[in-house]
């Protein structure tokens, strides 16, 4: 709110937005991530109030897709919405993926 009153009508683009867990898979091969979900949740909900008081919010990308390596953590820290085992390389999607996938899809926080 505090860039769009300084900057009236300048349009504005979220560009790296997320958060780091060690979240692994259980025993069942799924990833339960489920702080993840609530910080987009949370972090999400602000961003629409903010659009409907007026903030010109074009665009917004969650970082990042998949975990990846950090510079400063190396491969500790994981922050994407699919889980990628380093070693082989199998990508799964964790609970926050699929989360994610149905608010593009429905539009609903929920």
Sequence with gaps: MRI????KG???E????GCSYLDGPDEH????????IQFLRGYL???GRAMINSCNVRAYHHWSLMDNFEWAEGFCQ???????????Q????K??????????????LQ
Excluded at 90 to 93: A, E, L, Q, Y
């Design 95 to 108: 609970d926050s993926g699929k989360w994610y996938a149905k608010l593009a899809d429905a539009g609903d």
């Design 78 to 88: 994981r922050f994407g919405l699919v889980y990628v085992d380093f070693r082989s």
């Design 29 to 36: 091969g799924r990833i339960p991530d489920d702080r993840r």
């Design 90 to 93: 199998k990508r799964t999607i």
């Design 10 to 12: 300048t349009p504005m």
């Design 14 to 17: 979220i560009t790296e937005s």
């Design 45 to 47: 909900d602000e961003l």
């Design 4 to 7: 769009s009153r300084e900057y």
